[in-house]
């Protein structure tokens, strides 16, 4: 089942394997303190919307921040969306993420949970987040092409992470990239040197669409759902 494929490989990500620099912090949701609540909302989360052998098609967005997948363990989906779209109850944790806002009136407009992750896995190039201290002395989310020593040493990780990612069972003719900057730039080189996939369709990141172009929410939600209709129409 496609669900057990791809939960042996969240589960086995291995950060460690990557020589990172000492000022580079990791968020970890599987190994931190709600450990064992994030394992069950991301083990029912699989098990509910890919109990099957459907192949999908990936969305694979940048690496978690500290409110959505980075306290969930489940991509683009604070605790809030958790409870109130995906059904998943949350015991002592609570989170607010636009990104996970924008995300799913996706989701929504797609026909619901069951629809969309029928046709989609949505997962990060790095599974796990990053973070560096900010100048308040407290942690701050940091994207894995900011700082090029973390981009160096996550690359291989990262490239070996999307190889697995498709061995479960993904659609290779299509995939997204959520962020149509320097997340599709590393990607499609990613996808270059590896031939992972023979399109990649760049998609707005939901953090710069209601951070920079909340006027023109409807047109961006567009955009995903245009993907995921050329999705749909292409032979598997």
Known sequence: MLADRLLREVHAFDITRARLPKH?????????????????????????????????????????????????????????????DLGIPVQGLRTHEPSSDFFYRVVRAAGGPEAFYGQVYVQ????????????????????????????????????????????????????????????????????????FFRRIIPLEHPRFVMQYRYKRLEEYIGKYLAALEEAAAAPV
């Open 24 to 84: 580079i912090g990791v968020l970890d949701p599987f190994h931190g303190e709600n450990a064992a609540q994030v394992r069950s909302m991301v083990d029912t989360f699989h098990r509910r919307f890919y109990a099957d052998e459907r192949p999908r098609m990936l969305m694979l967005g940048i690496n978690p921040g500290r409110f959505g997948a980075g306290s969930t363990g489940i991509c683009f989906t604070d605790t809030k969306r958790c409870e109130a």
């Open 124 to 195: 990060a190039l790095c599974p796990l987040g990053f973070t560096k201290k900010g100048p308040q002395g407290t942690p701050v989310n940091l994207n894995y092409y900011d700082d090029g020593a973390l981009q160096a040493a996550v690359a291989p990780l990262m490239a070996a992470w999307v190889g697995r990612l498709i061995a479960t069972g993904m659609r290779t003719d299509l995939a997204c990239c959520i962020g149509t900057g320097k997340n599709f730039a590393f990607f499609s080189k990613l996808n270059e040197e590896h031939g």
